[in-house]
């Protein structure tokens, strides 16, 4: 593995970090969510990110997570870096949703309560809620930092106004502010526009969230939808109608590039997220230990000629 300081923080991360928003619920097989956490950390993935609200059910990925940080990493807990956010609907009612101290915090305690924690070593405010004064969702990501419940704190969905406001808020306050996780792929280059400046300005890292655009910039869906993948299933955000004629089309003609890489197409897609110095780890998901294996190859070949980039460029905009 390599591993890349978080912008200006002195904690480092690994480039690939695995997340468990699909693929650990109680809908999912444990066992395999076991053995994929048991080799990613094996293989130097140190990082492991969660949310409130994955599974599902919600809270179902945090309750499965602290089932196997208690049976199989019990003495490793100082080698992780362990995430979880709040920010979209948790629970009923006015509290259970959005950006108020009120639900952060209670949020908070749900999660380590979960997954058997004293503290985590991120907690992240999901995404901006216009109805809350940001003021309050910053003080609230130091209240955790004070309470000695979170060691740093991030953002994610935020725009580059509003991550520079909250970085001023948390700048203010002394906060550990170091990261911001956005969504990032050959399929989704909003943060290209200014939010990558933004985060460099403000020293903070980048974590990228799903590179392979949720499995579309894989081969898997070049014959079809196979059985089992998050196309097929109900409940995930990839729907059938994502897999249009033009995105196999131009899909296709990435795995041919990637190919003359050497490299599957999900490694190329990764290694595309991190040719960006600014980005501090790429935040993938597996649904098999065997797509992890080939993830993790991405490592051998990270760099792209000027050439390939042209002609990823022009299939993109095809
Ligand atoms: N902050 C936020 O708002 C937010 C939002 C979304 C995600 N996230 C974070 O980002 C993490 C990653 O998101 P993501 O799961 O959408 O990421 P992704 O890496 O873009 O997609 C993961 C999916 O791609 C497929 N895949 C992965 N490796 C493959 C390979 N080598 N060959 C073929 N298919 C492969 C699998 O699909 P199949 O299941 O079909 O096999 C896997 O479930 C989440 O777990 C979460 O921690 C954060």
């Not at 997570?65 to 009923?92: P, Q, V």
């Not at 406001?165 to 203010?172: E, F, G, H």
């Not at 490299?263 to 190329?268: G, I, R, V």
């Not at 993790?296 to 760099?303: A, C, G, H, T």
Request: charged fraction near 25%; aromatic fraction near 10%; include cysteine.
């Amino acid at each position: 593995m390599q591993y890349k300081f978080c912008g200006k923080s002195g904690l480092k991360l690994p480039v690939l970090s695995l997340g468990l928003w699909h693929n650990f619920g109680f809908v999912d097989n444990f066992n395999t969510g076991r053995e994929i956490i048991r080799v990613a950390f094996d293989k130097g993935i140190t990082h492991f990110d969660l949310a409130n609200n994955y599974g599902p059910p919600p809270g179902s990925a945090e309750e499965n997570f602290g089932t196997i940080l208690k049976k199989d990493f019990a003495n490793h807990r100082d080698e992780m870096i362990i995430s979880t956010k709040a920010g979209y609907l948790m629970w009923e009612g006015p509290y259970g949703d959005g950006g108020s101290r009120k639900y952060l915090l209670a949020s908070l305690d749900q999660s380590l309560k979960r997954m058997q924690l004293d503290y985590v070593d991120l907690f992240y405010s999901h995404r901006p809620d216009p109805e809350t004064p940001v003021e309050e969702t910053m003080y609230a990501l130091d209240q955790a930092v004070k309470q000695g419940k979170a060691l740093y704190v991030g953002i994610s969905n935020y725009p580059a106004d509003l991550t520079k406001k909250c970085a001023k808020i948390l700048k203010s306050l002394g906060t550990p502010f170091i990261i911001h996780q956005p969504k990032y792929s050959m399929y989704e280059r909003w943060i290209e526009d200014r939010l990558l400046d933004v985060v460099e300005e403000e020293g903070l890292g980048t974590i990228v969230f799903s590179p392979l655009a949720q499995g579309l910039l894989t081969s898997k869906y070049l014959k079809g939808i196979p059985e089992g993948s998050r196309a097929a299933k109900e409940h995930g955000f990839l729907q059938k109608e994502h897999i249009t004629s033009k995105v196999v089309s131009q899909v296709q003609s990435l795995n041919n590039i990637a190919q003359k890489r050497n490299q599957s197409l999900a490694q190329m897609a990764i290694a595309w997220v991190l040719r960006d110095s600014r980005v501090t780890s790429a935040l993938i998901g597996v649904s098999s230990v065997e797509q992890l294996y080939d993830n993790l190859e991405v490592l051998k070949n990270l760099s792209f000629s000027k050439d390939e980039l042209i002609q990823i460029e022009s299939i993109l905009r095809s």
